[in-house]
């Protein structure tokens, strides 16, 4: 009786193992999907500089959230293509560093001398999978001697489709 008992147990257990028709697969287990993020936050100026913060990331998820002089107050979700990812990333990506952080302020020895009353953009840039850095530049500081640095950051937005949200730029 052991035997039997035995006998009709590795059969089951083989029958279970069975790859024929209709033999259900384990599910494959997914790979975890690696976002990026870049937050870009503009500061106000003396005058009427747009102020707002945007929050986009690799898998085509973004958040604008107007703050001041923007023709769109409060926060707006909307989608970007892994190209405009691509293309603000590249834009930003020459200025910022590696790791860690880049701070042009007042203060710090990237600002040698400052002009008041200028704006200012914090970027900030985290990478799967424990990587952020961080670039911080006040306009004042670099006026007059780092214009490639100026453009690079204040022009790398427009490759985000949000000129409905900002608004035209005095």
């Given amino acids: 009786m052991r035997r039997v008992i035995l006998g009709m147990t590795a059969a089951l257990t083989l029958a279970a193992c069975s790859h024929g028709p209709g033999a259900v697969e384990p599910p494959i287990p997914p790979v975890p999907f690696r976002v990026e993020t870049i937050t870009y936050e503009t500061s106000a100026c003396k005058g009427s500089c747009p102020v707002y913060r945007v929050s986009v990331s690799s898998d085509g998820t973004g958040v604008f959230t107007g703050i001041a002089h923007v023709a769109v107050i409060g926060e707006r979700r909307f989608t970007v293509t892994p190209g405009q990812f691509a293309a603000f990333r590249d834009r930003l990506k020459p200025s910022m560093p590696e790791r860690g952080e880049l701070l042009y302020a007042p203060g710090t020895p990237l600002c040698a001398r400052e002009a008041t009353d ?51 730029i005095p």
């Fill in 118 to 168: 200028l704006p200012s953009v914090d970027v900030v840039w985290t990478r799967p999978p424990q990587t952020r850095s961080r670039l911080f530049v006040y306009y004042g500081c670099i006026v007059g001697t780092d214009t490639k640095l100026g453009a690079e950051v204040g022009n790398a937005v427009d490759a985000l489709p949000l000129e409905h949200l900002i608004g035209e």
